[in-house]
């Protein structure tokens, strides 16, 4: 958001805060203005704290704030801010206060893979797809796939990887070059070159898969100069 329309945003959700002090969503909005549009975490976290604090107390069920959504933001910012074991905590709440919050167990996720705790990571991914609703599961799918091929079971991550394909039409090329990489590492570069260029049929700009492709085929060339 262009700085001028974040003040603008700023003027009128502080307006809407004088007038609506116990509207938890106001106060979710803010922060969410603090933490993505001027990266100040620490007022976002006051402003969270707030919200969570409001739609505890008025136990909203309207479906305007959800206290699982305001914990979720909460952890993004502890994390940014270098703070995960509490982020982890708050996206584990998260996950406890709405089972179905997709970007709360992927966020949780993501988290642990970065730590490279993977049997976690994959014990939430099987949590969280027993609960999610099906068509939101791609990013979970594909971080247990990810993990998988972490701990080198390539069987198990082929397995997660082949499951996401065609899921989400915006990841359709990553998830062809995910294919494609396991492949290789499995030995089939037939099928990894053939992964690959379904990936940049769907998206010729797709540089992992462009810059991938061409060093398997330059293995294939000295494969066959030999």
């Known amino acids: 958001m262009p700085m001028g329309k974040t003040e603008e945003a700023k003027v009128l959700l502080e307006k809407c805060r004088e007038l609506g002090p116990t509207q938890p969503n106001v106060w979710l909005s803010l922060g ?6 001027y990266k100040d975490l620490n007022t976002a976290l006051e402003y969270y704290d707030q919200a969570e604090q409001l739609a505890r107390k008025y136990v909203f069920t309207d479906g305007r704030v959800s206290i699982a959504g305001i914990l ?34 992927f966020s949780l996720m993501e988290s642990l893979m970065n730590l490279e705790r993977y049997d976690e990571v994959i014990t939430a991914g099987k949590m969280a797809i027993v609960h999610v609703p099906f068509q939101k599961t791609r990013s979970i799918r594909a971080m247990i796939g990810k993990a ?24 359709v090329a ?8 396991l492949n290789d590492l499995m030995g089939r570069r037939k099928d990894a070159i053939y992964a690959l260029e379904k990936s940049l049929q769907v998206d010729p700009n797709y540089k992992k898969s462009s810059d991938s492709l061409k060093i398997l085929q330059e293995k294939m060339k000295v494969k066959h100069k030999k």
């Open 148 to 171: 998988y091929a972490s701990q080198k079971n390539l069987v198990e991550a082929e397995k997660y990887f082949k499951q996401v394909v065609g899921m989400d039409p915006r990841t």
């Open 174 to 181: 990553e998830d062809y070059y995910n294919l494609g990489i």
């Open 72 to 105: 979720n933001n909460q952890a993004l910012a502890k994390r940014e801010l270098g703070e995960v074991d509490e982020a982890i905590e708050l996206f584990v709440n998260a996950t406890q206060m709405d089972n179905t919050l997709d970007i709360a167990w």
């Open 32 to 37: 969410n203005l603090y933490k993505d549009n």
